[in-house]
């Protein structure tokens, strides 16, 4: 059903292409038929956009941790990736990101990143290793490099800080900017039924759609955006089972993306499904997220790296115990394995993970013998 509406309108503007879409998405976007009478719209695009203004401006602060079961088919089959996110106006972000597989839990990812974001500094951690870079930045600067393109973010539309709001090809993306954004001026007549719930159909035309359930605060229950060149659906968004939060405000535990690409280079075009992800939320909290979970403490023994390819600096001193964790975690790991394996390859396994701990911990420690003769120098020469 989500895309029917959008059928009739394609085949008005090119019958070919209408006749892909029909092909390559039908099965997969007409699944909520809508049943009974139709209902007709009641709000206008202006109402619409107020309704979202006030819901928004109710949104205060929020963190999820969700799970792809269906990561990247780079990584190995099995993989899994689990995220914490937290938002909280007007500037603070936290985004931790894990992987897990079958054989290894998620907490013994060895490449797992923390990010903590304040108003004016930024730590990037690495919890096996004990380092993080720093930088300094501006409640007015958008979240560095890729947090600004966080998955939940962008597909919920959801953006309590005061930090400059992401945009996608330099058009309102955010729901607190679609609420005042000229573009989005048309509603469709009807209302349509998305997972059993009425929406009104928030348009700008040839650019984006929205259904939201203006009867829950305008929750988001899905989108598509379009390419106004060719005339096709860009990627896709399904919203779901949504919980109810403080300030009533609605969060989806699941959520599914179509990424699509046409080809038109042949007389008949073509529309080939790039990826189809979901992921389900398993913990979230609205509007109650506390200041703490944004602090980074650096512990014993952990190395501030340089971002200009500089020396690392160690800014707490002890951390020994570092070495009995990574033993620790290797043991764990060393387990970790597909398939029972040869007793050689189990001692390569072993003595590569040895080599590993012994190379890191043995520059760690130079490091530190570095640190404190230099300190030793300065005091002398003073």
């Not at 974001?117 to 919890?127: G, I, L």
């Not at 007793?343 to 520059?363: M, Q």
Request: include cysteine; hydrophobic fraction near 35%.
């Amino acid at each position: 059903m989500l895309l029917c509406s959008n059928i009739i309108k394609s085949v008005l503007r090119k019958k070919e292409f209408a006749a892909a879409l029909i092909l390559s998405f039908s099965m997969l976007y007409c699944t909520n038929p809508v049943s009974g009478d139709e209902k007709l719209a009641v709000y206008t695009a202006e109402e619409i956009q107020k309704k979202i203004a006030n819901a928004q401006s109710r949104l205060k602060s929020y963190a999820v941790t969700y799970v792809n079961d269906e990561y990247d088919s780079s990584f190995p089959s099995g993989t899994y990736l689990r995220r914490k996110i937290a938002a909280k106006a007007p500037c603070q972000f936290l985004h931790v990101s894990l992987h897990g597989h079958a054989e290894l839990d998620w907490t013994d990812d060895p490449y797992q990143q923390n990010t903590y974001v304040t108003d004016t500094e930024v730590y990037n951690f690495n919890p096996v290793n004990q380092a993080f870079f720093y930088f300094k930045i501006s409640p007015e600067d958008p979240l560095p490099g890729s947090l600004k393109w966080e998955f939940f973010c962008l597909a919920t539309g959801l953006w309590p800080l005061e930090r400059p709001a992401p945009r996608r090809n330099q058009k309102p993306w955010m729901l607190k900017e679609i609420a005042t954004s000229e573009h989005y001026a048309v509603v469709r007549r009807n209302q349509e039924l998305i997972n059993g719930r009425w929406c009104h159909v928030l348009e700008w035309p040839d650019e984006d759609t929205l259904w939201l359930d203006v009867e829950r605060s305008c929750a988001l229950l899905a989108r598509e955006t379009w390419d106004p060149q060719h005339l096709n659906t860009r990627e896709y968004f399904e919203l779901s089972e949504h919980h109810r939060f403080p300030g009533e405000i609605w969060l989806p535990m699941k959520i599914r993306r179509i990424r699509t690409q046409v080809d038109q280079s042949s007389q008949k075009s073509t529309a080939t499904i790039l990826s189809d992800s979901h992921i389900r939320v398993v913990h979230a909290q609205v509007n109650d997220v506390p200041d703490n979970m944004f602090l980074y403490q650096p512990g014993p023994g952990a190395l501030r790296l340089s971002t200009s390819g500089g020396r690392a600096i160690q800014v707490l001193s002890g951390g020994y115990e570092h070495l009995d964790q990574i033993v620790q975690w290797s043991r764990r790991c060393g387990y970790a394995l597909p398939h029972k394996t040869s007793f050689w390859r189990d001692i390569s396994l072993v003595c590569a993970a040895f080599l590993i701990v012994f190379t890191f911990e043995s520059y760690r420690i130079k490091q530190i013998q570095q640190h404190s003769f230099e300190r030793k120098q300065d005091t002398t020469n003073q």
